[in-house]
C-alpha cells in the first residue's frame, strides 16, 4: 500500500502488481468509493450530514464529519501532500489487485 510509487517501474517490466493493505477492507472501501465517486459538494459544510455509501455493500451510514478527511474534496490543489496521498490512492486503485490482512470477524 505504501509503495504505490513501484507501479509505474511494474508496468514497464511487464510485472503485475497486487497492493498488500493491513488495514481493513471496510475502511479502504470508504477512501477509495470517496476517491472514485466523489460527493455531491450540497450542505457538506453541515459536520452531521448523513452520508450514505451506496456503492459499498451493506455500508453503514456515517455523519460528514466522520468521513470528511479521508474525501477527495479535501484535496488542497497545489499542496504536496495532499498530491502524494492523492497519486498514492489513485496508483492503488489501478493494481491489478488488494490483498488484505482481514475476517470479517476483524470488520
Excluded at 32 to 52: A, G, M, T, V, W
Amino acid at each position: 500500500m505504501f509503495l504505490w510509487w513501484i507501479h509505474q517501474l511494474a508496468c514497464q517490466l511487464g510485472i503485475r502488481r497486487f497492493m498488500f493493505s493491513s488495514s481493513g477492507a471496510t475502511a479502504m472501501s470508504i477512501i477509495y468509493s470517496l476517491r472514485q465517486y466523489p460527493l455531491e459538494n450540497d450542505d457538506l459544510n453541515d459536520p452531521n450530514r448523513l452520508i450514505s455509501l451506496l456503492r459499498i455493500p451493506n455500508s453503514l451510514i456515517y455523519l460528514w464529519w466522520q468521513l470528511r478527511f479521508l474525501c477527495s474534496t479535501h484535496y488542497v490543489e497545489g499542496d504536496p501532500i495532499s498530491k502524494f496521498l492523492k497519486d498514492g490512492v489513485l496508483v492503488n486503485m489501478a493494481s491489478s489487485g488488494l490483498v488484505f490482512n482481514w475476517f470479517s470477524e476483524l470488520e
